[in-house]
């Protein structure tokens, strides 16, 4: 059984309107052992030959990637490297003579994942939801506006800024 917990969204636009949406409560990750163990449970393969080839899979997802390739997985989804900008290193101008970035200046900052269709309904045919006995409590209900300055305060004067 999943449980969820309804979120408050903030109010950007000062409407004065409280809006709340559903958001899973999750409790833990997996590990690469749990999963290995079920799918070993129904495959009749052993737990550790799976985690090997996922382990395996995850080394050979980043080399096809390091080729500049998205991987997809049927079933599971596609991914596909994001490049970022190293530190302190500015933006390229569009413009003739403007600054130009070359590639000791860009990085893979990460890997996007879309979701397979599939994994989507699969996991909607199996989640039953029932609301958690908890809420999730914001770090600005907990201490009162003064007590919020008080804690900044003492930070910045161990550190140079705040963000």
């Given amino acids: 059984m999943a ?3 309804m979120e408050e969204m903030p109010d950007l636009q000062k409407t004065g309107k409280r809006i709340t ?7 833990d990750n997996a590990s690469i052992k749990e999963l290995a163990q079920r799918v070993g449970d129904v495959s009749g393969f052993s737990a550790g030959d799976i985690e ?3 382990l395996q899979t995850a080394i050979e997802m980043a080399h096809l990637m390091a080729e500049g390739r998205s991987v997809k997985i049927d079933g599971i989804g596609t991914f596909t490297p994001s490049l970022t900008l190293g530190r302190d290193k500015e933006r390229e101008d569009p413009e003739e003579g403007g600054t130009h970035r070359n590639a000791q200046s860009i990085f893979i900052g990460g890997v996007n994942f879309r979701v397979d269709r599939e994994m ?3 996991i909607s045919e199996r989640c039953q939801l029932e609301r958690a006995p908890w809420k999730k409590q914001r770090s600005s209900n907990k201490f009162t506006s003064e007590q919020r300055l008080a ?3 003492k930070y910045l004067d161990e550190h140079p800024f705040l963000t």
């Fill in 21 to 27: 949406y559903p958001k899973f409560a999750r409790i």
């Fill in 3 to 5: 449980r969820y917990i």
């Fill in 151 to 153: 804690l900044a305060l």
């Fill in 52 to 54: 090997g080839v996922l």
């Fill in 120 to 122: 989507v309904r699969n």
